[in-house]
């Protein structure tokens, strides 16, 4: 799991738990696993079961395919302004 594949879910992963106000061993605990398992998650070391999956989406309040359907997280400042641009301009919020 640690290829530049599975990057974009790990720093999702990481956003959306600092989002919700979480350390990682805060959500190790809520889902029942043991020291450093949400590193070795973030850094690609360990790739979780989708049970695991699941319970840290409970977790976080999403759902799982939220998870993985995600869009802007590779994207650079340009990329990012000419979309928020692209919407201003459509009026397609």
Do not use: C
């Not at 790739?47 to 840290?56: A, C, K």
């Amino acid at each position: 799991m640690g290829s530049d594949d599975t990057k974009p879910f790990r720093e999702h992963l990481r956003m959306l738990r600092e989002a919700k106000g979480l350390s990682q061993t805060q959500l190790e605990e809520r889902i029942g696993k043991e020291a450093n398992y949400i590193t070795r998650v973030e850094t690609g070391r360990l790739e979780p079961p989708l049970d695991v999956i699941t319970r840290i989406a409970h977790e976080l309040d999403v759902s799982v395919s939220d998870l993985f359907f995600f869009e802007g997280v590779d994207d650079s400042a340009e990329l990012l302004r000419a979309k928020i641009q692209r919407l201003i301009e459509t009026d397609n919020v």
